[in-house]
């Protein structure tokens, strides 16, 4: 998409555009409404500031887990150094990860390899659910700043 023309558009449809890079309304309303923005960098610099705690249940509803073989589309694109090599690990790993928190580990997937993401979700495993969140949170906006980049590219 073109900024100039994100600038313009209605309310509702710069939402649904934002709600296709992260399932959290809140965010993208909050987005939505700062605009204008005069460079692509101001809006990723907003993205990432208008990123809050309550956000996170809702961006979690829109991803899948890491490892899931059904996964498609940029999804599966974003997570392809996940190969079938670790998949089962993954799979273990991601339900202690989803007893300990009470949700699915998110990672900013991309350029990652299938065991440097296991390592990294192990880790994570010994967070405190308050590290975990800032965690989780920094690594939605990591993913949330890739996809903008590449729907403003």
Known sequence: MNLEKF??????????????CCAAPGWAARVADARPFPTVEALLAAADTALEPA?????????????DRSVSGRS??????????????F??????????????????AS???????????????GNDPETEERTA?????AI???????AFA
Not at 111 to 125: I, N, T, V
Request: with cysteine.
């Open 91 to 108: 799979a273990a790993a991601n339900a202690a990860y989803e007893a300990r928190f009470g949700r699915i580990y998110l990672v900013c």
């Open 111 to 125: 350029g990652r390899s299938g065991a440097d993401l296991l390592a990294d979700l192990r880790r994570r495993l």
């Open 55 to 67: 956000d996170l249940d809702a961006a979690l509803a829109g991803h899948p887990r890491i490892g």
């Open 7 to 20: 600038n313009a558009l209605p309310r509702d449809l710069a939402i649904a555009a934002l709600l296709d």
């Open 137 to 141: 949170l920094r690594e939605l906006a």
């Open 76 to 89: 599966a694109k974003e997570q392809r150094g996940v190969g079938d090599d670790v998949a089962a690990e």
């Open 144 to 150: 949330n700043r890739l996809r903008l980049e590449d």
